[in-house]
């Protein structure tokens, strides 16, 4: 049985007199990939969010790598340790590609930036974009912004990475090349929480697969099990909709 | 009506002293109005409630008020205040330079706010605190976005400094006034201090313009 790296109990998140999580206990084990699907608006951005702390939650619990999230000085040793990945990249416009992987290794990190350069490099070519290290984030299609983005999370050296919708924003030619890396990166054994509506990515790659709905985690089981017999009339009708 | 082309040349060398008063006033006005309004503007965006109330009521104010009565207050109420007459150079670089900051604190926040939120979330999500991100990802962003609506800030101040004629300050302004209070020759003199207000303003305009051209090629 592996360590469980994040451990989230009876996590609720309200905005102003909405309730968005409605107290949810989730245990995300090292090297496990999570996926989370649900209707929009059900709040699994949300629940990611809350994970590193983007969204400050109401109650409850979040424990990362044994270090419990609950006031700022904690907050930025736990981002050190988790990548993000937006919907929207979010790269950094007025930097280089490479400017963008190195920043934030050298200013948290405290890396040479000869060590970083070394790095993001390495990167570069493991999403296969080493020949773009000097353009800019503009010059780039979505699916080549989305692997840079990715890189510039694992620059971190990061022990686990959340995926918010990584490849909502793309156009349908360019979901594949993302999808491409995390398969990679999961099977590398990276610990992984992602949201998506690729239901195909849930069942290839993911290990487990919770349904939210709601505010609530409705349904969780292998991919294989709420894909191919759902128990929740919600989830049999949310899949039935999308696949 | 006679115009008398020999007045301009003669009050010429005067006038031009002057409007290096003006450029001087208003270059030391707003580069300290700068200093302020990057300041004042980031105490608003933090977390710091008596701080931001405070950068709220300096900017209400300064904006809510005309500058000639800014202008008057530090120079004949604040000697009633401390006790000691303040000297005309210091009012009316005070009350240029805190009149500057506030509007330009107004300029900042907007160049920081228009940057996405997304940008302060990537950041922060790399593990880089609050102020690396606004030092690193959004100031430089935003300086860029800022560069047109400062040299409007700029081109406001040159001719709003001629309010400090009024405490006796001889920028060109106050130049023309003294010119015109020997030869009786206004029409001649205000429109030669009108042209060179021009002049002034249309150079800052071009600067400005080469400025931001710079700044956007090379990102």
New interface residues.
């Given amino acids: 049985m592996k360590n469980d790296f994040i451990k989230i109990t009876g996590l609720r998140k309200c905005f102003g007199d909405l309730e968005v999580l409605k107290g949810i206990d989730l245990n995300v084990a090292e090297q496990e990939v999570v996926v989370i699907i649900g209707p929009s608006g059900s709040g699994k951005s949300t629940l990611l969010r809350c994970i590193n702390y983007l969204e400050e939650p109401s109650g409850g619990e979040v424990v990362v790598d044994g270090i419990p999230l609950n006031g700022e000085a904690h907050i930025n040793e736990v981002r050190k340790e988790i990548g993000m990945v937006f919907q929207r990249f979010n790269l950094f416009p007025h930097m280089t590609v490479l400017e963008n992987l190195i920043l934030a290794p050298m200013k948290v990190r405290g890396l040479h930036k000869d060590e970083a350069k070394k790095l993001a490099l390495e990167l570069l070519d493991k999403v296969g974009l080493a020949e773009k290290a000097d353009s800019y984030p503009e010059s780039l299609s979505g699916g080549q912004q989305q692997r840079v983005a990715i890189a510039r999370a694992l620059c971190m050296k990061p022990k686990a990475m959340l995926f918010d919708e990584p490849t909502s924003a793309l156009d349908p030619e360019m979901i594949n090349e993302v999808l491409d890396v995390m398969r990679s990166l999961a099977k590398d054994g990276m610990t992984m929480v992602v949201v998506t509506h690729e239901m195909g990515f849930a069942r290839e790659v993911g290990d487990r697969v919770l349904f939210v709905d709601g505010g609530h985690i409705l349904e969780e089981g292998t991919p294989e099990e709420v894909f191919n017999h759902p128990k929740e009339e919600r989830t049999q009708n949310f899949l039935s909709k999308i696949l | 009506m006679d115009f008398n082309v020999e007045i301009i040349k003669n009050a010429l060398p005067l006038l031009l002293a002057g409007a290096g008063i003006t450029i001087e006033i208003s270059a030391i006005s707003v580069g300290l109005g700068l200093a302020i309004g990057c300041l004042v503007s980031i105490i608003r965006l933090t977390q710091f409630r008596l701080l931001r109330y405070l950068g709220n009521v300096y900017v209400d104010f300064i904006r809510g008020t005309p500058l000639l009565v800014q202008i008057f207050l530090v120079y004949f109420a604040l000697p009633a205040i401390i006790g000691q007459r303040v000297d005309a150079f210091f009012a009316a670089i005070s009350a240029c330079s805190i009149n500057s900051g506030a509007y330009v604190a107004e300029i900042f926040r907007g160049g920081i706010q228009s940057i996405?939120k997304?940008?302060m979330?990537?950041?922060?999500?790399?593990?880089?605190?609050w102020w690396?991100t606004m030092r690193?990802?959004i100031l430089?962003?935003a300086f860029?976005r800022i560069i047109p609506p400062l040299g409007n800030e700029f081109i406001a101040m040159l001719k709003d400094s001629s309010l400090v004629s009024v405490i006796g300050f001889e920028e060109l302004t106050r130049r023309g006034q003294l010119i015109i209070a020997r030869t009786y020759a206004s029409f001649e003199i205000w429109l030669a201090v009108a042209l060179i207000y021009l002049l002034m303003t249309f150079v800052v305009a071009r600067l400005t313009g080469v400025l931001e051209r710079r700044f956007d090629t090379s990102?």
Avoid: N
Avoid at chain 2, 121 to 129: F, W
């Fill in positions: 996405d997304g940008q979330e990537a950041g922060r999500s790399l593990g880089m605190s690396q690193y990802i430089p962003q860029k990102k």
